[in-house]
């Protein structure tokens, strides 16, 4: 599809093709988002052709899983046909619409949001020389076994985008009172106990704002009134794991957007929770939040710019949002002052820009590194020749295509003669834990991995006498440390280098 042209913004691209597959699972596929409503198209058909082809249910599996070879080729052929033929028409004809609500400046990542007239919230990248549309979703309050009507997604998008574009106290605190306002009686339903309680918890948050403390008292007393048997109802409706979950999840993703909704839903949770006797459970949750938060890289201080705005409207009165917000916001300097740091990064201007930024997951080089290397001779021997056998090259063309090869490049290897047991990881950008790959590196010289021309892997191999138990790469790299015959490496591979090695 062409690109729309913005009054002011000029032409904005739809989700480039890339993150399409990501994002038409994540949100396209969602029931609670209801796309159907807004495309006229039989999204649950959809859905579960694209589940048949991945092998995971959308229910149980909010992440795309990753996918290689001939599945992932036709899942993402799937999925970015069901992008250009119905998600990307739907939010493309809202965002034109000229009843569409856009911020008025950009912000500190360079990027507009708006809310069309059917509540989708769309965030553009402003670039040259083409902005771009980052991604498309439909806000819905974070509860679960919910159904929300039209009307009540409505509601909650206003919110939402009034909420998350205020940068100060001035602009959200209008939209707490008006919300305290229209929650005036004692609610007979999950949802109403919902409206009710976010409004007396965002209340609570400001209510040193006069606006806010006269509507405050009313909401208060029809909460007083609400039977215990709601309570635990909309208690139990609060999904701390899962939110958890997708808190760790975004901290891995390449872009910000997915934390920053993270964020916004914690937000609201914590305020809801503490309205409803939730509090150990929301309390659980910040503690959590505080462990995974120092993996926020520095180029994502922008986060940090929504924590201050939001210490600054509610006076920083002590309560979990705060405690979530001031997480935030010391993770955020934490990783500034790393990335600024003398001892890490050179002083000259000139060194600087010959080094480049070491990468989230560089944190994984040091770990192997420190390991004590106390294995055999040929266990030694053997990882040495099997990290130095790893190749990269560019994908042939297809059959039957233009005869050009695209842009993705192909990481192989295989195992030297005589291997002991052995594990094998890939760590990117979008996978900064390790994504296992070992029986994919086998004698038949498997593929291992795919890669962008812009992108870079690392590639771990640990090999022991014994075998290796732990799951996942963390856990192999924990057991190697208490063992004496265990060694590791890892090798990094960018296509950009290869390039540069075939000249």
């Not at 106990?193 to 509507?215: F, K, N, P, T």
């Not at 701390?240 to 964020?263: M, P």
Request: aromatic share 6%; hydrophobic share 45%; net charge negative.
């Amino acid at each position: 599809m062409s690109a729309w042209t913005h009054p002011s913004l000029g032409p904005v691209e739809l989700i480039p093709p890339k993150l399409c597959p990501k994002k038409v699972w994540q949100h396209f596929y969602d029931p609670g988002e209801h796309w159907e409503r807004v495309c006229a198209v039989d999204v649950t058909v959809m859905r579960r052709e694209a589940e048949a082809i991945v092998g995971a249910a959308r229910a149980t599996a909010r992440e795309l899983p990753r996918l290689a070879g001939e599945r992932w080729r036709r899942a993402r052929d799937l999925l970015v046909a069901h992008h250009d033929g119905d998600y990307a028409p739907a939010y493309s004809l809202e965002m034109s619409s000229p009843e569409t609500m856009w911020t008025s400046s950009m912000d500190g990542a360079h990027r507009h949001q708006a809310l069309t007239p059917r509540s989708v919230f769309i965030v553009v990248q402003l670039d040259r020389p083409r902005s771009w549309v980052v991604t498309a979703f439909r806000p819905h309050p974070p509860v679960q076994d919910v159904e929300w009507d039209e009307a009540e997604l409505r509601r909650h998008g206003v919110w939402y985008f009034r909420k998350e574009t205020g940068v100060n106290v001035d602009d959200l605190a209008p939209a707490v009172a008006e919300n305290l306002r229209r929650v005036s009686r004692t609610p007979a339903t999950t949802k109403e106990l919902w409206w009710l309680a976010s409004a007396v918890g965002y209340g609570r948050l400001l209510g040193h704002v006069s606006e806010v403390h006269d509507a405050l008292p009313a909401a208060e007393a029809a909460l007083s009134g609400t039977p215990d048997s709601l309570l635990e109802e909309l208690r139990r409706a609060l999904d701390w794991q899962q939110l958890a979950e997708r808190l760790a999840a975004a901290l891995k993703e390449a872009r910000s957007e997915d934390l920053e909704v993270v964020l916004a839903e914690a937000e609201e949770l914590l305020a809801v929770g503490a309205v409803v006797g939730g509090e150990p459970e929301a309390e659980a949750f910040c503690a959590e939040a505080e462990m995974l938060l120092p993996w926020l890289p520095a180029e994502w201080a922008h986060v940090a710019d929504r924590a201050r705005h939001r210490l600054r409207a509610t006076a920083a009165q002590p309560s979990l949002v705060v405690r979530l917000w001031s997480a935030v916001e010391d993770a955020a300097t934490a990783a500034l002052a790393r990335e600024v740091a003398p001892a890490v990064r050179p002083a000259s201007r000139l060194v600087d820009a010959l080094i480049p930024q070491q990468p989230r997951w560089s944190i994984w080089r040091d770990r192997i590194a420190d390991l004590a290397e106390r294995a055999t001779a040929a266990a030694t021997s053997w990882i040495d020749r099997s990290i130095e056998g790893l190749t990269i090259a560019p994908l042939a063309p297809t059959m039957g295509g233009s005869g050009v090869a695209n842009d993705e490049w192909a990481v192989r290897g295989r195992p030297a003669p005589s291997a002991p047991h052995y594990r094998v990881f890939v760590v990117d950008e979008a996978y900064p834990d390790g994504w296992e790959v070992t029986e994919q590196f086998t004698d038949a010289d498997g593929e291992l991995w795919r890669l962008d021309a812009d992108e870079q892997a690392l590639v771990v191999i640990i090999a022991g006498e014994r075998p290796l138990v732990g799951v996942g790469m963390a856990q192999v790299l924990n057991e190697a440390s208490t063992r004496d015959d265990v060694v590791a490496r890892a090798r990094e591979l960018q296509p950009s280098h290869a390039t540069k090695a075939r000249r």
